[in-house]
């Protein structure tokens, strides 16, 4: 009986332990990755500012029976992508809130399969001469708040690592597609 009541009190002291770690966490995250792309930035601007585009590079896109409405303008600041899609995608809402020609910067706002307001930002930093750009820098960021609950999850899962290797992938078929 002493034995069960000391585990007991060992599980609710680390149980109490972790929730209190948690809170610690900052109230704000960022993920970002950045890769070389050897076309210039005009190439790739057309397929992060055109949301039907992202269909042919976005990591997020692995759902053959998504449901998929674009609204909103064309392409740039105004267009907007709505999904739903299986456990893997989620449902959400993405809109280009500020569109130039080296940085578009979006509004996600998640469903599913759980609940989160974040800022998109892609970044194109050209390189090489001013007359002869051979390549262009891309980062990709997310920024938000991180309620609780994200504090929570983030003790037992790196989220960092987690959203940062899809934006790796997405930016390496951004590559592909750029390089052509």
């Known amino acids: ?16 332990a972790v929730l209190v770690y948690a809170a610690t966490k900052p109230d704000k995250f960022g993920v970002q990755r950045a890769a070389s792309i050897g076309a210039p930035p005009e190439k790739i601007f057309p397929l992060i500012d055109d949301l039907h585009a992202h269909t042919s590079w976005s990591p997020f896109e692995k759902d053959p029976n998504m449901k998929r409405i674009h609204s909103g303008a064309a392409r740039g600041k105004g267009a907007v992508y709505e999904w739903e899609g299986n456990r893997q995608v ?15 910067t ?15 930002e892609f970044t194109l930093e050209p390189k090489g001469g001013s007359t002869d750009v051979t390549s262009t820098k891309v980062t990709w960021a997310m920024r938000g708040r991180q309620p609780y609950m994200a504090k929570l999850m983030s003790t037992f899962i ?9 934006f790796e992938e997405g930016l390496g078929k951004l590559k592909a597609l750029a390089e052509k």
Not at 106 to 120: I, W
Not at 158 to 166: A, F, I, L, P
């Open 158 to 166: 790196n989220c960092d690592k987690m959203v940062g290797s899809q």
């Open 90 to 104: 989620g449902a959400g809402r993405i809109a280009i809130i500020d569109s130039t020609p080296s940085k578009v």
């Open 1 to 16: 009986m002493l034995t069960a009541a000391i585990i007991a009190a060992v599980i609710a002291v680390a149980v109490v």
């Open 106 to 120: 979006m509004v996600l706002d998640m469903l599913k399969p759980f609940e989160a307001h974040n800022v998109v």
